[in-house]
């Protein structure tokens, strides 16, 4: 059984997602995943009690890379699901907030 502590595994901080948190008001994370819409809204709003709008959720297929001298193919990377958090209009998260 998941809590809602296991649910979210970490935000994905990128120039995209910087944007997406100043502008649009929406904050990406890692999840689990076996997680659901609904359990991602509920461990949003109990962890950082805010107001959950929407939640889209996707899944990143596993990277692959070549190595320099063998030329094999390899998966370097597993794929993981993220979901991207729409909050209600005015609320923001912290965690997101650069130094003041």
């Known amino acids: ?3 809602v502590y296991d649910i979210l595994r970490r935000p994905i901080v990128t120039e995209k997602s910087n944007y ?3 502008k649009l008001g929406q904050y ?3 999840v689990t995943g076996t997680a659901t819409k609904a359990q991602i809204k509920e461990a949003v709003q109990t962890l950082f009690d805010v107001e959950v709008a929407r939640v889209n959720v996707l899944t ?3 990277k692959r890379s070549r190595r320099a001298r063998s030329r094999r193919l ?3 990377h597993a794929g993981y699901k993220k979901a991207v958090v729409t909050l209600a209009q005015g ?3 912290d ?3 650069g130094v003041k």
Do not use: N
Request: zero cysteines.
């Open 1 to 3: 059984m998941t809590t």
């Open 20 to 22: 997406q948190s100043g």
């Open 28 to 30: 990406v994370f890692e």
């Open 60 to 62: 990143a297929p596993p």
């Open 74 to 76: 390899l998966v370097r």
């Open 91 to 93: 609320q923001t998260i």
């Open 95 to 97: 965690l997101f907030e």
